[in-house]
C-alpha cells in the first residue's frame, strides 16, 4: 500500500484497532458482526472502516495464489540506484508487474516484488524496464521456489 505524505493522519483508538484485527482475521467479515465485537452499530463500523480506507491506513483486497492465476514466476528484485531514489521508485511502482516497491537502508537502495507469467516475461521486465531506468546501476533477482508462509494478521499496535 502507498503511503501519502500529504494525507492527513487518521487517529486509531483501541475501537478502530479492533475492527483492523477482525478484517484481518476475515476481510469479508460483515460489518453487522464486526459490530457486535466492539460494541458499535453496523453503520457506524462501516463509517470507521471508510475512513481508515480514505486515511491509507488499511486496504480490503482479496490475497491471490498467482501460481493458480497463470503466473508462474514471482521474484523479489534488489535495485542499485544512483542519485535520488524516489523518482526510481515511482516509476518502478508504476510497472504492471510489480506489486511491492520499498525503500531500504543496506546492500539495496529498493527491494520490488514482482509477478510474471514466465521467465522470458520476467527477463523483459527487468531488461527492458527496470534497468532502462535513469539512475538505476544494478539489479539482484532473488528467484522465488516456494512460498513458505506469507500473512498479514500481525495486528495492531
Known amino acids: 500500500m502507498a503511503r501519502n505524505p500529504g494525507r492527513s493522519a487518521v487517529q486509531l483508538d483501541d475501537v478502530s484497532k479492533a475492527i483492523i484485527e477482525q478484517l484481518q482475521q476475515d476481510g469479508r467479515r460483515s460489518y453487522a458482526a464486526i459490530g457486535k465485537v466492539v460494541g458499535l452499530s453496523e453503520a457506524a463500523v462501516r463509517q470507521r472502516v471508510q475512513r481508515l480506507i480514505e486515511g491509507g491506513v488499511m486496504q480490503v483486497v482479496a490475497v491471490t495464489d498467482p501460481l493458480e492465476l497463470?503466473?508462474?514466476?514471482?521474484?523479489?528484485?534488489?535495485?542499485?540506484?544512483?542519485?535520488?531514489?524516489?523518482?526510481v521508485a515511482d516509476a518502478i511502482a508504476e510497472l504492471e508487474e510489480v506489486d511491492y516497491v520499498v525503500v531500504t537502508a543496506g546492500s539495496y537502495d529498493l527491494?520490488?516484488?514482482v509477478v510474471c507469467e514466465s521467465d522470458e516475461h520476467l527477463l523483459e521486465l527487468i531488461s527492458g524496464h527496470i534497468r532502462?531506468?535513469?539512475?538505476?546501476?544494478?539489479?539482484e533477482t532473488f528467484m522465488y521456489l516456494r512460498l513458505r508462509k506469507q500473512t498479514y494478521s500481525w495486528g495492531v499496535r
Open 70 to 87: 497463470g503466473f508462474a514466476r514471482q521474484a523479489m528484485v534488489g535495485v542499485r540506484v544512483s542519485g535520488p531514489l524516489e523518482p
Open 111 to 113: 527491494l520490488v516484488e
Open 132 to 139: 532502462t531506468i535513469p539512475t538505476v546501476v544494478s539489479t
